[in-house]
C-alpha cells in the first residue's frame, strides 16, 4: 500500500483518479488476498 500511494504521490494522482488496475494475481489464495488487501488499504479506492 505505502508503495502504491508513494507512486501515485510523486505522478502527482489520487488513488480515485485510477479508472483500472490489472493486479499480479498469481491465482493463490494467500497472494491473491495479500494483494486485494493491499490495494483496499488505499484511502479513497472505489471498487466498481
Known amino acids: 500500500t505505502r508503495a502504491m500511494l ?3 504521490e ?3 494522482l ?4 485510477i479508472d483500472y488496475l490489472d493486479c499480479h494475481a498469481t491465482g493463490t489464495p494467500l ?3 495479500t494483494e ?3 490495494v483496499l488499504a488505499a484511502p479513497d479506492t472505489v471498487m466498481v
Open 36 to 38: 486485494l488487501q493491499s
Open 14 to 17: 489520487a488513488p480515485s483518479d
Open 31 to 33: 497472494g491473491d488476498a
Open 6 to 8: 508513494s507512486a501515485l
Open 10 to 12: 510523486q505522478a502527482g
